[in-house]
């Protein structure tokens, strides 16, 4: 099992770790910073630094086999790692903080627009979510003027673990239809956008709204029946 650091701090940008496994899947490391393609959220990149200097670059990073484990995907070209060997993880910072920004902006604007999400998608330079809705409900200016709001607001953003038992007893707090919290370990993690949004999420996101800066919708469109998708990009 991956000890997954940046679940408790996302802020850290690296770490010390062992390396414990050097495969055609990929390396496995006892600890990392290194956050795992999920929940609409890209795998995290960087490298990893070895005693010695030399350096192995990560160009993704995915769980597998299992939610507890991580794999690290190095470069083509990189020198292979032996295990047992003590490197420090070092993600790409600059990217990653984009991805908590968008991550929590989609969260203020899953508070503003109360409707199921139907899906999400985070990159670099925007993020979208679809929701099942009346395309007339989306409204730019209104949703742009809800979300800046909340962002000029500072919520105090944080996480806590429930138990499940506690979960099914608020089947309200899962707001989205197609990415189901992570089960089966007895308990989930809840993230709590202080006053305004409260979810399972195992995303990574900033402590504070007013972290996420200028905020606007660069479209809405239809995406089907179900799905409306609303299309957000950041200053
Ligand atoms: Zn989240």
């Known amino acids: 099992m991956t000890a997954q650091l940046f679940r408790d701090d996302a802020y850290l ?8 496994h050097v495969g055609p899947d990929g390396i496995r490391l ?47 070209d990189a020198p292979e790692l032996a295990v047992g060997e003590m490197v420090s993880a070092e993600i790409d910072w600059a990217r990653r903080h984009r991805h908590m920004r968008y991550h929590t ?12 999400v139907t899906g ?12 099942d809705i009346d395309m007339a409900l ?18 105090p953003v944080s996480t806590r673990w429930v138990e499940d038992a ?16 992570p089960r089966g370990q007895g308990v989930v993690r809840l993230v709590d956008v202080d006053g305004v949004d ?7 996101h900033v402590r504070n709204t007013a972290e996420i800066g200028r ?8 995406e089907g029946w179900q799905n409306k998708r609303v299309i957000i990009v950041l200053e």
Not at 198 to 204: D, E, S, V, Y
Request: net charge negative; aromatic share 4%.
């Open 215 to 222: 905020f606007s919708v660069q479209k809405i469109r239809s």
């Open 198 to 204: 409260l979810q399972p999420c195992g995303g990574t």
């Open 120 to 131: 999400g998608q985070i990159s670099e330079d925007k993020a979208r979510l679809d929701f």
């Open 30 to 76: 006892d600890r990392t910073v290194f956050y795992p393609n999920g929940g609409g959220q890209p795998g995290d990149t960087g490298v990893l630094r070895r005693e010695d200097g030399s350096v192995v670059t990560i160009v993704n990073t995915v769980k597998a086999p299992v939610e507890s484990e991580v794999l690290h995907l190095a470069a083509p």
């Open 13 to 20: 940008r690296s770490c010390d770790a062992r390396v414990v």
């Open 105 to 116: 902006a989609l969260h203020l604007l899953c508070a503003a627009v109360p409707a199921p």
């Open 166 to 181: 506690e979960l099914d007893a608020n089947p309200g707090l899962i707001r989205t239809m197609s990415v189901a919290p």
């Open 138 to 155: 989306l409204d730019k200016d209104a949703i742009e003027a809800k979300v800046n709001a909340l962002i000029d607001a500072g919520h």
